[in-house]
Nanobody, 114 residues
Framework: QVQLVESGGGSVQAGGSLRLSCVASGSGFSIYAMGWYRQALGKQRELVALITRGGNINYVDSVKGRFTISRDNAKNTVSLEMNNLKSDDTAVYYC????????WGQGTQVIVSL
């Protein structure tokens, strides 16, 4: 069993920055990939960024050049540095981990105001 605990998020004006962090805990697991999804009000959950244990990274096109994902395999942590935030980035952000199955954090709100 894997537990994911997120931190960060909050409210910021457009053009600002925020950093999200997530720690995975539990026992007897090996995490293949970690990342972040988001869900805006009235929209489907979408992948924002994903990083594998080997360091392969994928970003959704809308955040490329603005967001940076990083991971510490030894500490089972993943972070998302979000710069030049836009109002369209407003959503609940969920930490994600892929081990023997998928695991999700409880979500953290990001609000970007104009």
């Amino acid at each position: 069993q894997v537990q994911l605990v997120e931190s960060g998020g909050g409210s910021v004006q457009a053009g600002g920055s925020l950093r999200l962090s997530c720690v995975a805990s539990g026992s007897g697991f090996s995490i293949y990939a970690m990342g972040w999804y988001r869900q805006a009000l009235g929209k489907q959950r979408e992948l924002v960024a994903l990083i594998t244990r080997g360091g392969n990274i994928n970003y959704v096109d809308s955040v490329k050049g603005r967001f940076t994902i990083s991971r510490d395999n030894a500490k089972n942590t993943v972070s998302l540095e979000m710069n030049n935030l836009k109002s369209d980035d407003t959503a609940v952000y969920y930490c994600y981990a892929l081990a023997i199955r998928s695991y999700w954090g409880q979500g953290t709100q990001v609000i970007v105001s104009l």
